[in-house]
């Protein structure tokens, strides 16, 4: 069980805002357009490729499924409540 288990590292996204990203981890979105840190991606997302390589209809339904609802932050938020973690200053 892990966060973002229908993303692989890699994989290329498109945000509700018409923003892009690349997920490198589940903490680690990096948008193309230089967005620094803070910025999250806007639900649902749209996946574009998968590690460089066209999307399977079965893969880009996961991830529409997966981010139809909630946000990146309330992802965050629920993961560091199950883990008790706190964000590294």
Same mark, same amino acid.
């Given at each position: $069980? *892990? !966060?973002?288990? &229908? =993303?692989? #590292?890699?994989? @290329?996204?498109?945000?509700? %805002?018409? *923003?892009?990203?690349? &997920?490198?981890?589940?903490? @680690?979105?990096?948008? &193309?357009?230089?967005?620094? !840190?803070?910025?999250?991606? @806007?639900?649902? =997302?749209? +996946? +574009?490729? *998968?590690?460089?390589? !066209?999307?399977?209809?079965?893969?880009?339904?996961?991830?529409?499924?997966?981010? %139809?609802?909630?946000?990146?932050? @309330? /992802?965050?938020? *629920?993961? $560091?409540? =199950? /883990?008790?973690?706190?964000? /590294? #200053?």
């Amino acid at each position: $069980m *892990r !966060p973002y288990a &229908f =993303l692989r #590292p890699g994989d @290329e996204v498109a945000d509700a %805002a018409g *923003r892009a990203w690349r &997920f490198d981890g589940p903490w @680690e979105w990096n948008a &193309f357009d230089g967005a620094g !840190p803070g910025t999250s991606p @806007e639900w649902p =997302l749209v +996946l +574009l490729t *998968r590690s460089g390589s !066209p999307r399977s209809v079965a893969d880009a339904e996961a991830v529409a499924g997966g981010t %139809a609802t909630g946000s990146h932050r @309330e /992802t965050v938020r *629920r993961w $560091m409540s =199950l /883990t008790d973690a706190s964000p /590294t #200053p």
